[in-house]
């Protein structure tokens, strides 16, 4: 009977151990997965104020300046245009097809790379869908 | 100037079934049942009319109710002026309450058994109170403009579809079913859980996992031709969000099956708590602007603030009932190697991928409000770690259907290698490949041993968990497939051009112009490898300007060829993107086999 109890407590402690184990394991994992797939935000100012770090992908956020956005000639599918946050602003290269939502004077969002020259080579465009989506008439009654 | 006031028909329903709920509750605490089963019926009765109510404003195209000016349109279709009732957030909220009080009212209609019943509806009517109180406080659709505009706002264009018709409603509806199971559930723990209470319990917990399993594949059959980005599933937050529930929910029903067993009768409890938490989470947070996602068409986060409040109501609430409850913590752990065993490691298993998904949804919210810093977790954090574990969780059912074999140790060998070897390449970047080979082979037990199953006429009762385990491991193996095969290229052409892309011919016709009451645009024709023809569209919305693209998808069984037309240059040629997508029509119909399996395991215990 004492034996049976004994048994008992230390197969207990045993599954505390193996349980607290697993969830050490699990956590390493996830905090180890989500340091390489964390994606910044970054403004044009932020990226020209050294504190980040942009050497690795991260996420370009701003809105395009207006009459900036231009096809290069004899280049398929190469579109330049700069995203400025209204204090600093950044030229951007993509090559492929711009979404519909794409405009100038509207907010974007592109992840990719800082080039050397300090321009932005974006390998992925998300046009954000316009703050609220609400066309202009009805604002004014917010 | 335009002052908002309220209207007064709209809120005085509203606030009826507010004072409703509230007395109700406190009837079914005082043992009055009759008059509670009364009352549901009349609040029931008050909320679809007050629905029925703002329903007739979107058809008479009355623009003095904000919502309506906000969410319709004239030009609007009549079926799209229905749906355009749950286009926000305050329609698809009324919508749940309505249907959490008609679904407490189908259960007064059909159990009436008082002791089964009682605690239940006092439990479900404090929701509904709840619900009810946040509905005309913070979310309320009847408001009054004074100075009406002449029309709508419209419609966003991308709710403009059948499927997304009927998509949000069945979400809704999964998450206010599970809100019901866990009244049962509740009732159960703060009392006795008799056997008629299980039965009702695992009736409710099979409609409700169907309902969410549909909700959420509908979604994402309809991201996949609607939103036209070639993706089905892009680990969005609002998407996590519902998937949360489910995860929970397929743990909670599993574990339902043993629950007579003692501890699993506390993991029963547990999830159906965490179930609920997570849905009631779920149909707070969708549209309501906390979230920075492509599904967040209108942002308040007043609303916030509310959702916490209720949320550690709930919380707080469920896990007092929980923790009081004498039965529930008796009882030892199931012997190594049982079925209890393996049910209690599948759970195990789904809660980790819970865990995984649930950090990965709320890690960037937390460090938006904490640091200051914004960023986003990328699909790769979900798929890395997801993989594995779904790998494993199909290991443990497939092992477990040979449990009852004699050569369960060399199944259990080959499987601990299968899995091993999974792991050691984790490390190295081939692990979708191998999990892809390992989810085909399992596939292929799965599949003899159900072959066999019915050959030997063993399968009328356990039909849906051979069937349903199976679907699953296919629909793995799909989702592997198209993830490790899809390919997708941009390119630029002219009408009359010929091309070979992707291993495939692409021939692009014409162009032609198309209108709709609605909407102008143009259509293109290709066709590819000479038998399939192609007609993506562009399309520009007369209200609100928006544009829009629609994708052209022809599938075949194996791959989908998928164009979108992107921007027309100066000299008449097109931007587009064309796509090869693996296994698409695979997914599908593994889901919708996963889906009858569900159903049929429902309906069985009806039988």
Redesign the interface.
Known sequence: MRNMIRRNRANKIYLILLSLASVALIVFFIIKALEKNIDLYLTPTQIFSGEYNTVQKFKLGGMVEKGSLQRVEGEDLVVTFTVTDFQNSIDVVYVGVLPNLFKENSGVVASGYLTEGNAFWAVEILAKHDENYMPVKLESYD | M?D?SVDFVGNALLWGATIGSFLGAFLSFLHKHELARRLIFLISVVLLTASAYLVIQFLNDNFSF?YV??NSNVLLPVYYKISAFWGAHEGSFLLMIVLLSLSITFSNYFIRNKNQIMQSNFYALSILFLYLLFIVTASNPFYI?SNP?ING??L?PLLQDPLLAIHPPLIFSGYVFYAVTFCFVMSGASGVFSKELFSIIKVWSSISWFTLTLGILLGSIWAYYELGWGGYWFWDPVENVSLMPWIAGTAFSHSLIYSRTKIMLSWMVFLSIITFLLSVFGSFIVRS?ILNS?HS???DPDRGIFLLGILSIFTLASFIVFFRSKDIFKGN?PKFGSINYLLLLNNILLM?IL??IL??TL?PIFTEVIFE?????????FS??ITPLTIALIGLFTFEQFLRLKGKVFFLSALSLVVLSTGVYFFFEQMIFLSLITAGVLCIVLFFNLFISILNHQTSLRMHKLFGHLSVAALTFSVLFNHNFSESV???VSEGDQMNLLNSKIFFEKVEIVTDSNFNGVRAKFVIDEEYPLLPE?RVYK???????ETAVNSTLLKDYLI?L??R?QDGSW???FSKKYGILMIWMSSFALLLSIFYGGLRRQL
Request: net charge negative; charged share 15%; proline share 4%.
């Open positions: 335009t908002i904000l000016a906000q403009l505009p706002a419209d966003n602007g492509v068409f209108a942002a752990w980790t865990l995984i950090l990965g890690y810093s914004k960023l986003s977790i990328g699909p790769n954090y890395e770690l941009d390119i630029k562009k209200v609100g300007g928006q544009i829009t693209s979108v992107g921007d240059f931007s587009v993107t």
